[in-house]
């Protein structure tokens, strides 16, 4: 009875976190230096999300972003206006894997987001495909 109690509230509660349309939790990618002295970083967007949303990189080292989206009819973008950091990005996205390459030049979170828009609805930022990017020292 007590096992049968357990796995009722263990199965509700693996089916609450599998709804579709809740915005994925805070996934964080600490990225490293690899070999070749660059800090790779995958991110994969959709409707509307990026994975992860929380990218940590260090401070002047190069970075270099691959971006991509999975197959949609909706177009999507990737941008970062940080100038202050040297980062100005806006691209847009396909399912083709798009590098993006830069130095990060000043500590600081920046904000990373989708710009589009359907028609008149909310934007996509606002639907939650935006993230956080940390220069730390
Ligand atoms: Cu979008």
């Not at 509230?9 to 600490?30: K, W």
């Not at 399912?95 to 920046?110: C, D, E, K, L, N």
């Not at 996509?124 to 220069?135: P, S």
């Amino acid at each position: 009875m007590k096992a049968s109690v357990t796995c009722l509230v263990f199965c509700l509660g693996l089916a609450g976190y599998s709804h579709a349309d809740v915005a994925p939790d805070e996934t964080v990618y600490r990225a490293t230096r690899a070999a070749d002295g660059v800090q790779h970083v995958r991110i994969e967007g959709g409707a509307y999300f990026f994975k992860p949303n929380r990218v940590i990189v260090k401070l002047n080292v190069p970075v270099e972003l691959t971006v991509s989206v999975g197959r949609s009819v909706i177009p999507h973008t990737f941008v970062i206006q940080a100038p202050e950091a040297g980062i100005v990005v806006d691209e847009s996205l396909s399912s083709q894997p798009r590098s993006i390459r830069f130095t990060p030049t000043a500590v600081g979170s920046y904000p990373f987001y989708c710009r589009n828009r359907l028609l008149f609805l909310e934007n996509h930022r606002g639907k939650d495909m935006e993230g956080v990017l940390d220069v730390v020292e």
